[in-house]
């Protein structure tokens, strides 16, 4: 396991993480290098409780909630699926949890409001990382160093969170992490089309396949045919609780795309060359910035 150079203080010395999913454990496994960082881990899957528990350098392990939220911490990392991390916040304000809160799920707004109601100080982050596998057995350190981290202040929550937002961005920065702000309800508009969009594309495409192409298609498809289609073999579920937390932001960028398409489909059925060459060769040129970064 690889050794860093620390600093004098950590930005937090006890932390609490609850989620031992692919992110979750990938954020444990990167900050274990961290001598003086006490981590205690918190998942209700007792397979990933039992192999969590033979790492010697957890301090603790639990797969009860109410234990969890006992600990003494001096910050709570919320990895669990995205609806469990909103009851998560609840109940945390129910028990009165005194530690600042955050977590790395992919929607920000929902959890923004119910920690806001709970009376927690919260601050949200999200790594930008994942693969189209899950569970802790796929997690890597290497997942997220060196990620875009996004971190989601509001302004609602006073003076604390942005006391809490410098010790977060401090504390990811130990992974070579590149932090940046933006609020949660712009990052839910921004994830909504650049990231939970091409999940519904990518599984659209792939029912269509399925639809039209079963049982034997797939025995002729190429490696264009797979990349377009690799996120569609994420775990559903995670992805339906995506779409019921960022559900008008999604459902709009569908109808965008269904319009795009019709552009397309007009063109092709009207043989309209020219037309066609034009929106492909726009859309073309705008792909390309992306390997320009």
Sequence with gaps: MPK???????????LGLAGLGLIGGSLVKAFMPFGGLEISVFDNNPETVREAGRIKRLARVTSDPDEFLSWPLDLAYLCLPVK???????????????YPVTDSGSTKGPITEAALAAGL??????PIAG???????HSTADLIRGCLFLLTPDERFGPRQKELLGRLKNFHELLGCRIRLVSPAEHDRI????????????S????????????????????????????GASPPLKWVEVA??????ISGFIGDLIETLTGLQTAIAQKNEPELTRMLTEISAFRRLLAKD
């Design 4 to 14: 860093f150079k620390l600093p004098p203080r950590l930005p937090f010395r006890r």
């Design 84 to 98: 469990r991390n909103v009851e998560m916040v609840a109940r945390m304000g129910r028990a009165g949890v005194p």
């Design 121 to 126: 100080n919260f601050c949200g982050g999200h």
């Design 131 to 137: 693969k189209e596998v899950a569970g802790f057995r």
């Design 191 to 202: 994830y909504g089309l650049i990231s939970h969009l091409p999940y519904v594309t990518a």
């Design 204 to 231: 659209a495409l792939a029912g269509t396949a399925m639809a039209k192409g079963a049982p034997d298609i797939l025995s002729w498809v190429g490696t264009g045919f797979k990349d377009t289609t690799r996120v």
């Design 244 to 249: 019921m937390e960022n559900s008008a932001n």
